[in-house]
């Protein structure tokens, strides 16, 4: 894509970097959501100051359309990444007889042909 092969800094951003980080803040994300308790305000009639609010807790089923909604849509990602991992470490192909069909190829391969 740049012409030539990027040093050490970028392969290693790239290839360990980057992900472990997006791993890193997916799990911390499920974790803070998980241990979050959601409420919602009502108002409370036993009080002495009628018009006051209390928290309430959602039911439990709540939580289950939540994981639902957010969670495996999310999920999908990181079961992608590991999908293609298996199937590069099992179905490994032979590219060595095939050739590069990109403009970039062919334009530095006419500047090798001119000299």
Not at 26 to 36: A, D, G, M, P, S
Not at 80 to 108: E, H, N
Request: glycine residues 2%; aromatic residues 18%.
């Amino acid at each position: 894509m740049i012409g030539h092969k990027p040093n050490i800094f970028w392969q290693a951003a790239w290839r360990v970097i980057s992900p472990l980080i997006m791993i890193f803040i997916l799990i911390f994300y499920f974790v803070t959501q998980v241990t979050k308790k959601f409420t919602y305000l009502v108002w409370d009639q036993e009080s002495e100051n009628f018009p006051t609010l209390a928290e309430r807790s959602y039911p439990s089923w709540v939580y289950v359309i939540i994981f639902i909604l957010a969670g495996v849509p999310s999920l999908a990602i990181p079961f992608f990444a590991l999908y293609k991992l298996i199937q590069r470490k099992c179905c490994k192909k032979d590219y060595s007889d095939s050739t590069v069909d990109t403009i970039s190829a062919k334009i530095q391969m006419s500047d090798k042909m001119k000299f």
